[in-house]
């Protein structure tokens, strides 16, 4: 059982890896998109703000939610070879 | 001076990737099937080129019993496969079913007369000198020695890399042209 436990922990770093860094990513370009919209509709009034609440409307989005496929996936993909390589 | 560096780790660096690939890929072979047997192995400087599976065996050891299929390539030359299991292991191919695999290729055995032709799938090289043998993965009955298997998980896989390697690499662009180059030109 060692070695799927080895396999299960570098998979979590690794991914968990991958999680945190697409979703910095991914905030951040949203950001940029608030702000860009804000600049382009030269909107009066406080830009911190809109930013503030486009990003909350954000973090509650589904498209965040589908950036946990990032763990799905590869265990979706682990069954499917497990499946094709030994039972097929 | 500092281009040719530059270039020789790049090419370096491409030839490491595309090694590794070669060797981890999944690949088909037509052949003919003439025998199966197990052979005892002890590992040494090639070590490396075998499974270390742990699928509930012992990993202690510094040698074991190892499965090969023995097979001949439509053109006359003799190839053979070692058969074991990956496990939960490097390379990702889950393979539990060494025993079972054996029993099959062991099914399809032909002779030079009657020959019956097999896809072999399996990964890993064949090399004399440091007596490796490609793992194989899974085994087809095929039409015949010109049957053309196409490795679509290869292809798959390949297209796959690809794009991961485009989106990070636009992505990266785009961020040395905005924050790195105009720090560089400010000096």
Redesign the interface.
Known sequence: MFALARLVLILFVVLTIVYVSLSLYSRAVRRDKLEAEWDEEGQSGDREAFVRDGLEDYDQSLRRKLILGVYVVPILLIGTIIYFTNYN | MWYYIKWTIWLLLIAMIGTFLHYTLPRNDVVRITDTYEKRVDFGDNSIFWAN???GESTEVTGRDVFFIQAFRPNGNPIIYRNEDT???WP??????TS?LQAHATDLQSSEDAPRWVAVKKYGWRMQYLSIYPNA??VKLVDGPDTRVIPWISISILVVLGCIWLAIWS?WRKFRAKRIDPLLDGE
């Open positions: 599976s742990n699928t496990g939960w292991g990702p191919y889950f393979k539990f079913n079972n993965i899974s992505r």
